[in-house]
């Protein structure tokens, strides 16, 4: 079993900046791509920034220049350092490890983390 832990969320005012920490623990062999989602209330969820175990990084327009993704393959865990913060950027911020793969002969599964809220006040 692979279990995704988030921590780092928490009330920030509007210009803070927070730091979102996602561990991945269990029998892992390797993992594709890393992301964050976030879900603000009554919207969709969507996608803020991913990483590949290469390094290749895609943003969101909205959090450009203001948020960056880094990983520790060594430690299957991703961060998200935000600075900047509006309050628009309120939501619940899900981590996401894609193509995760037990052994060198499994395939790539898709794990969610239970998420972590960020509040950011005016």
Known sequence: QVQLVESGGGLVQ???????SCAASGSIYSINR?????QAPGKQRYLVASITS?????????VKGRFA???????????LQM???KPEDTAVYYCNANGVR????????DYWGKGTLVTVSS
């Open 14 to 20: 509007a210009g803070g900046s927070l730091r979102l």
């Open 34 to 38: 890393m992301g964050w989602y976030r």
């Open 54 to 62: 290469a390094g290749i990084t895609n943003y969101a327009d909205s």
């Open 69 to 79: 993704i880094s990983r520790d393959n060594a430690k299957n865990t991703v961060y």
């Open 83 to 85: 600075n900047s913060l």
């Open 102 to 109: 037990r052994s060198i002969h499994s395939g790539g599964m």
